[in-house]
T-cell receptor, first 113, second 111 residues
Framework: DAGITQSPRHKVTETGTPVTLRCHQT?????MYWYRQDPGHGLRLIHY???????DKGEVSDGYSVSRSKTEDFLLTLESATSSQTSVYFC????????????FGSGTRLTVV | GENVEQHPSTLSVQEGDSAVIKCTYSDSASNYFPWYKQELGKRPQLIIDIRSNVGEKKDQRIAVTLNKTAKHFSLHITETQPEDSAVYFC??????????FGAGTQVVVTP
C-alpha cells in the first residue's frame, strides 16, 4: 500500500545488540502504532504515538523504546535484543483514531540469535 | 483494559458454504470494531468495520453483526471461495485509537 513503509524488511541480529526499526508514512496521519505478531497471540501493541514527541506504552512494552521526532517517522528500538523478541513487527497508521481502521506497513521479520 | 477473545482458532469450510467467526470484548466503552484479513506473508488489511451505533453491516459476501448488550460481534462470510483462505482478526477500540486484537482465526476453504 502507498503511504507507509517499514525498514528493514528482514533482520537477523545477535542477543544483546540494540536494534532500531523504522516506520515512515507520507499520509500526515497523527496516530502511529507498533505491534508485534506471534503465533497464537494475534497482534499485540508495543508502543503508540498520538503526535510528535507524544508516545505511550502498550501492553508489551518491556525491552522496547520509541521515538517520534517528525510526523512521518516512528522508530522502534530494542535496547538489548533477546530471543523472546524474535517476531514480526508491524507498524500501523490511523488518521482519526477510533473512527477508522489502521493501514499497516509490510512488516519487519526480526530474528534474534 | 480491553480483552478480546476470538473463536474458533481454525475453521475449515467447503467452497460455497458459509463461515462465521465470533469475538467477545470486555470494555463497554469500546465503540469501533474492525475486521482484518491477513494472507500468508502479507500485512493485515481492513475488510469491514462496524461502529457501536449500528447493529449490522454488509459488503457483498461479508457481513458483521454487533450485540452491544452481550458484548460480542461476528464476521459472516457467505459463498466462500478459495481466495477467502487467510487469517482473520477481530479488534475492538480503546483510547487514542488503539486497537485490541483477537488471537486470529485461520480459515481454510477447500474446493
Amino acid at each position: 500500500d502507498a503511504g507507509i513503509t517499514q525498514s528493514p524488511r528482514h533482520k537477523v541480529t545477535e542477543t544483546g545488540t540494540p536494534v532500531t526499526l523504522r516506520c515512515h508514512q507520507t499520509e500526515n496521519h497523527r496516530y502511529m502504532y507498533w505491534y508485534r505478531q506471534d503465533p497464537g497471540h494475534g497482534l499485540r501493541l508495543i508502543h503508540y504515538s498520538y503526535g510528535v514527541k507524544d508516545t505511550d506504552k502498550g501492553e508489551v512494552s518491556d525491552g522496547y523504546s520509541v521515538s517520534r521526532s517528525k510526523t512521518e517517522d516512528f522508530l522502534l528500538t530494542l535496547e538489548s535484543a533477546t530471543s523472546s523478541q524474535t517476531s514480526v513487527y508491524f507498524c500501523a497508521i490511523s488518521g482519526t483514531g477510533d473512527r477508522e481502521g489502521y493501514t499497516f506497513g509490510s512488516g519487519t521479520r526480526l530474528t534474534v540469535v | 483494559g480491553e480483552n478480546v477473545e476470538q473463536h474458533p482458532s481454525t475453521l475449515s469450510v467447503q467452497e460455497g458454504d458459509s463461515a462465521v467467526i465470533k469475538c467477545t470484548y470486555s470494555d463497554s466503552a469500546s465503540n469501533y470494531f474492525p475486521w482484518y484479513k491477513q494472507e500468508l506473508g502479507k500485512r493485515p488489511q481492513l475488510i469491514i468495520d462496524i461502529r457501536s451505533n449500528v447493529g449490522e453491516k454488509k459488503d457483498q459476501r461479508i457481513a458483521v453483526t454487533l450485540n452491544k448488550t452481550a458484548k460480542h460481534f461476528s464476521l459472516h462470510i457467505t459463498e466462500t471461495q478459495p481466495e477467502d483462505s487467510a487469517v482473520y482478526f477481530c479488534a475492538a477500540s480503546m483510547s487514542w485509537g488503539k486497537l485490541q486484537f483477537g488471537a486470529g482465526t485461520q480459515v481454510v476453504v477447500t474446493p
